[in-house]
């Protein structure tokens, strides 16, 4: 039997936060011929689909499982990079938060991309991609394909938190607000209390169109490129390495790891990193693989009475989320959040009103990176270092395609220390917190993580926090950057520069790293992409 032809006008590689919506939209058109290459399995498995359980997935199938290099910050510890591997990408394994970030995040973008990526020009695409319960804003979107909903059954500890940051004086406001956001319960990609990823809300309404094919279990090797143009993809599909042929353009939606990885596999990035591997350089384009940025989250975990998620994995939970959609496991563990601007982000002159730290809350001890079973009756009140000045990079570690990359976020080296001081700042926040009459109602006064807390100074406890313990929280970012200068890897309409024919549309293009979650962004750039691809 012959296999059935790889030939589209678009393909597209990678079915996550982008893809999958760059795919759905473009294929709204029914003249338009659409591949949709995606490495992962289908997402059947019912622990995609039940939202406590999402810490679950890592390092399981359908997780790329990835480490970075050691951390010298971070005592030398390599940290735990999650990045999804099944239909929705990332969105098929994240915590589901919504939290769009501030206006002047994405007029930061269109300072060095141009107007078309400030806040204004992105409204419409933030409402047409949001179906949000109980709107509290004009630019949230109610009628997208993409449900944002309250949580259904938050657990009583999150309303202790929010009552503890009144205590302590700050405000609590409608979560996603543009501008002065303060704390609030975070709203979360569900629908009717199950997980909603992008392979939910774009691909399944599209899975009949005969425009457009999904194909799952197929690993993207390189792009082919003849002359300057970019005619289609090498892919390994059932152990058989193919063609794909793009008739229009190849777009690259693999995430800010992968994609940087598929550029320098096909000759596009730093020529003496290239020429050390013995890849022929097609573009020399240094920014390839360069302005690695993350968050990095600094956890508390105070020992808590009972009521906390620890109790999620009884029985009678499986049922009551079974039969109704409701209880424990609806929860999408960090199910509260604030901005705060701490005294560094005056000194080191940050811009007036906006904050440097998120202040994350989970009813439950998010501990050991999240790949050890809850301990213990506990919650997390960590600091989440929002504007990070270090930068690291994505490396070819083999000219493998099935061999990681080296992955190097270079936490706290910024040689100003501004990143350190703001999440020791952070951390403070934390701690004041944890003093109020709220917070010390539901907690004992004993610690999960660190262990033996109890017995540590302030000083103690926030060092031992950062330098042991602290993670990602998995919002990579601007590994082929836009922008309008020449060094930039993609200009404003995401064409790779040097080629003809390539585009890209993930998280990788974002230039600077959002005051707040990064699904949203990168479901916008999708669905920017599929306009600049359509001619709007
Ligand atoms: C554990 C975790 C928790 C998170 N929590 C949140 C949260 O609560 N809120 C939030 O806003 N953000 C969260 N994020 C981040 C957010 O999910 C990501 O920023 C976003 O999904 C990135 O979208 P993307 O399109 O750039 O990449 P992805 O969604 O990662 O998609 C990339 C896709 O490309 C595929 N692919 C890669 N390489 C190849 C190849 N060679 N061939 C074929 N296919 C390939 C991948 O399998 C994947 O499906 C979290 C992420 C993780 C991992």
């Not at 944002?148 to 929010?162: G, I, K, S, W």
């Amino acid at each position: 039997m012959r296999a059935p032809s790889l030939t589209a006008d678009y393909v597209i590689v990678g079915a996550g936060s982008a893809g999958a919506a760059l795919a759905a939209r473009l294929s709204e058109d029914p003249s338009t011929t659409v591949l949709l290459l995606e490495a992962g399995g289908p997402d059947r498995a019912l622990e995609l689909h039940v939202p406590a359980a999402f810490s679950r997935l890592f390092r399981g199938p359908y997780d790329w499982n990835y480490d970075t290099v050691p951390q010298p910050q971070l005592d030398g510890r390599t940290v735990f990079w999650p990045r999804g591997k099944t239909l929705g990408g990332s969105s098929s394994l994240n915590a589901m938060m919504w939290i769009r970030g501030f206006a002047a995040d994405y007029d930061e973008w269109a300072e060095v991309a141009g107007e078309r990526w400030g806040w204004d020009a992105l409204v419409p695409y933030f409402r047409r991609v949001e179906r949000t319960e109980d709107p509290a804003d004009p630019t949230q979107g109610t009628d997208g394909p993409q449900s944002v909903e309250h949580q259904r059954d938050p657990r009583a500890q999150t309303a202790a938190f929010l009552q503890a940051a009144r205590q302590a004086g700050y405000a609590v406001t409608a979560p996603n607000l543009p501008r002065g956001q303060g704390f609030a319960q975070t709203m979360v990609t569900q629908r009717r209390g199950s997980r909603a990823s992008t392979a939910d809300a774009y691909l399944r309404p599209a899975r009949r169109r005969r425009n457009l094919r999904v194909v799952t279990g197929a690993h993207v090797r390189r792009v082919t490129i003849e002359g300057t143009r970019a005619t289609g993809v090498y892919v390994d599909i059932d152990g058989i390495t193919r063609q794909a042929v793009a008739t229009r353009e190849v777009v690259l939606a693999g995430g800010a790891i992968n994609t940087p990885q598929l550029l320098l596999l096909s000759g596009i990035g730093p020529a003496d990193h290239l020429a050390a591997h013995g890849i022929p350089v097609r573009v020399d384009a240094p920014g390839v693989g360069a302005n690695l940025q993350d968050h990095l989250v600094a956890g508390l975990a105070p020992a808590a009475h009972g009521g906390t998620l620890f109790g999620a994995e009884g029985r009678g939970e499986l049922v009551r989320f079974l039969s109704r959609r409701r209880g424990m496991l609806t929860s999408n563990v960090a199910e509260g959040y604030g901005f705060v601007r701490t005294d560094v982000a005056d000194r080191v002159g940050a811009p007036a009103d906006l904050p440097d730290i998120e202040i994350i809350f989970a009813a439950a001890p998010y501990v050991g990176e999240g790949l050890i079973p809850l301990p213990a009756e506990g919650l997390t009140v960590g600091a989440i270092l929002l504007r990070p000045a270090s930068r690291g990079t994505i490396r070819l570690a083999s000219v493998d395609p099935y061999a990681k990359p080296l992955i190097d976020p270079a936490y706290l080296s910024d040689p100003a220390g501004t990143d350190r001081a703001t999440l020791e700042a952070g951390l403070r926040v934390c701690l004041g917190l944890l003093q109020t009459d709220a917070l010390k109602a539901v907690t004992t006064g004993g610690w999960v993580q660190p262990a033996g807390g109890e017995h540590m100074s302030a000083e103690e406890l926030i060092d031992t926090s950062i330098r042991r313990y602290a993670h990602t929280l998995y919002h990579p970012v601007g590994t082929a950057r836009m922008g309008t200068d020449a060094e930039s890897v993609v200009d404003p309409e995401l064409r790779v520069r040097g080629v003809e024919g390539l585009r890209v549309a993930d998280a990788s293009v974002i230039p600077t790293v959002i005051r707040g979650h990064t699904n949203a962004p990168a479901i916008v750039i999708g669905e920017v992409a599929a306009d600049l691809l359509r001619g709007h």
